[in-house]
């Protein structure tokens, strides 16, 4: 059976950005992101998962954190240059993004957000994001992704 292409893997291909694709088994509900790297046979230090974010400023700002970890607010704040921030509502997710919640993809939205990916990043060779859609997910160099989405690294994630 031929892989189906998402739109991030589309998009990923037109820029000629190497990646491989993981799938998982899944339902119509999202699965958390420790389940995802157990289903794919990831570690889960180098599966990261985005946060959409709203600052005081009305900006949205995206986030791509470890799966493990939480999006510290007064960190990402100061990251993003805002006041303060806070987490969108679920029901805003597909209408600001295109995607639904659980496959969220920082490549490809809708609009291009100021998006944040923390610094643990910079350690890693690959990392893998959502391909968006639940069930696919891709693996690539974090520069590559950097440079893709025009994304600044900072220190925005904390233990849970």
């Known amino acids: 059976m031929a892989e189906q292409k998402t739109n991030v893997m589309r998009v990923l291909d037109q820029k000629k950005i190497r990646y491989a694709?993981?799938?998982?088994?899944?339902?119509?509900?999202?699965?958390?992101?420790?389940?995802?790297?157990?289903?794919?046979?990831?570690?889960?230090?180098?599966?990261?998962?985005t946060l959409v974010t709203r600052g005081n400023s009305k900006k949205i700002i995206v986030f791509v954190i470890p799966v493990e970890k939480e999006l510290d607010l007064k960190l990402a704040a100061k990251a993003a240059g805002e006041k303060s921030i806070e987490m969108i509502h679920v029901s805003e997710i597909t209408a600001l993004t295109g995607y639904v919640r659980g496959g969220c993809s920082p490549i490809g939205m809708k609009k291009q957000y100021k998006t944040i990916l923390d610094s643990s990043v910079d350690a890693l060779d690959t990392m893998i994001v959502s391909a968006g859609k639940i069930g696919a997910q891709v693996e690539l160099p974090?520069?590559?992704?950097?440079?893709?989405?025009?994304?600044?690294t900072a220190d925005v994630a904390k233990e849970p």
């Open 21 to 49: 694709a993981h799938e998982y088994p899944h339902g119509d509900a999202p699965v958390d992101g420790k389940t995802v790297a157990a289903l794919i046979g990831a570690d889960p230090a180098c599966v990261y998962k």
């Open 142 to 152: 974090p520069r590559e992704l950097i440079g893709l989405i025009r994304a600044e």
